[in-house]
């Protein structure tokens, strides 16, 4: 059981380019997050899917996009990467089907470097 | 709105040591509360839990009591190893699909 994957690992993009970020869960969750997380910071809320075909901003949604392509994938992308955007990005799922008060379970984070 | 708020770090033990780590949360109606643990070059995972007042969630040695009169969710461990250095976040869910975290605790242990 793989739980929640991302894809790529580590990535180092040049000011300006673009890239998508790709999260995918085998939990038949029904939320899905994209957090950034800073060095010696918490983390923030870029975006979430509370269900398929449902997308809202969060904390700090300027210069992202996301699509929930379906149940088990939520993308992230980066149209025009800028040198904040460097940081470790995080993608967490939760079973929100029955209720709400449900613990996330996180993937291994995005190392993106934006130089 | 919800808030998480967590004692600043980093926090340093000698091996053995008892360990806590205050979180208190401010929120209407009865949130569930989560202690997450963050390795080095790794993403969160769930220490543990707790969905009502009273419930105590353990872990690994770890507990937690939700404290509903003190709106309180302290981290506790009777003997701390080296190997429990890592990051430490408290976080609340309520009624909605949002997940409202602390800025995390970084715990050094030295041998």
């Known amino acids: 059981n793989a739980g929640v994957t991302q894809t790529p690992k580590f990535q180092v993009l040049k000011t300006g380019q673009s890239m998508t970020l790709q999260c995918a869960q085998d939990m038949n969750h029904n939320s899905m997050y994209w957090y950034r997380q800073d060095p010696g910071m918490g983390l923030r809320l870029i975006y979430y899917?509370?269900?398929?075909?449902?997308?809202d901003k969060g904390e700090v949604p300027n210069g992202y996009n996301v699509s929930r392509l379906n149940k088990r994938e939520f993308s992230l992308r980066l149209e025009s990467a800028a040198p904040s955007q460097t940081s470790v990005y995080f993608c967490?799922?939760?079973?929100?089907?029955?209720?709400?008060?449900?613990?996330?379970?996180f993937g291994q984070g995005t190392r993106l470097t934006v130089v | 709105g919800d808030s998480v708020t967590q004692m600043e770090g980093p926090v340093t033990l000698s091996e053995e040591a008892f360990l806590t780590i205050n979180c208190t949360y401010t929120a209407t109606g009865y949130p569930s509360l989560f202690w997450y643990v963050q390795y080095p070059g790794e993403g969160l995972q769930l220490l543990l839990k707790a969905t009502k007042a009273d419930d105590k969630g353990s872990n690994k040695g770890f507990e937690a009591t939700y404290r509903k009169e003190t709106t309180s969710f302290h981290l506790e461990k009777g003997s701390v190893q080296v190997s429990d250095s890592a990051v430490y976040f408290c976080a609340l869910s309520q009624s909605n699909y949002q997940l409202i975290w602390g800025a995390g605790t970084k715990l050094i242990i030295k041998p």
């Open positions: 967490a799922s939760r079973d929100t089907g029955r209720q709400v008060r449900t613990e996330a379970f």
């Open positions: 899917s509370a269900s398929e075909g449902t997308t």
